[in-house]
C-alpha cells in the first residue's frame, strides 16, 4: 500500500508538470492565436502525453518485462487517446452545455482524466 500511495504522489507531482504545459500550451494557442478551444485542448493535450510518457515510466512505473518499448509506448498513447477524448467531451459539455468558463472546465476535466490516467496505467503499464 505505501508504495502505491508513492506512486501516486509522484504520479501527482508530474500531473502538475505536464498540466502546466497542458494549460499553458492551451491558453497561448486560445488566446494568443485564436485556436479554437477543443483545438488547442487538443493539441496542449498531446503535448504534455510526450513529457507525461518520459517522467511517467522513468520516474513512477516500473517498466513491464513482457512488453517492449514501442508496445509500451504504443499502450501509453492508446490511454493518452482515450484520455483526451474523455477530456474534449468533459470539456464540451461543461462548456458548451452548462456554460462553465473554458479555464475552469479544463481544472475540473484534468482531477477526472487524472484518476483516469493513474488507474489505466498502474493496470496496463505497471510491473508491480
Not at 57 to 78: A, G, L, N
Request: some cysteine.
Amino acid at each position: 500500500m505505501k508504495k502505491l500511495i508513492e506512486q501516486f504522489v509522484k504520479f501527482g507531482f508530474v500531473g502538475v508538470i505536464c498540466f502546466v504545459i497542458d494549460y499553458g500550451v492551451m491558453i497561448l494557442l486560445t488566446e494568443l492565436f485564436g485556436v479554437p478551444y477543443l483545438i488547442s485542448c487538443t493539441i496542449s493535450f498531446s503535448i504534455s502525453v510526450v513529457v507525461n510518457y518520459y517522467l511517467s515510466m522513468s520516474y513512477i512505473f516500473t517498466s513491464r518485462d513482457d512488453i517492449s518499448k514501442s508496445k509500451e509506448f504504443t499502450i501509453f498513447v492508446v490511454l493518452s487517446v482515450l484520455g483526451v477524448l474523455l477530456t474534449v467531451l468533459f470539456m464540451w459539455m461543461m462548456t458548451d452545455l452548462i456554460g462553465v468558463h473554458y479555464m475552469l472546465s479544463k481544472i475540473v476535466v484534468t482531477g477526472i482524466v487524472m484518476a483516469f490516467n493513474f488507474i489505466t496505467r498502474k493496470i496496463f503499464l505497471d510491473a508491480d
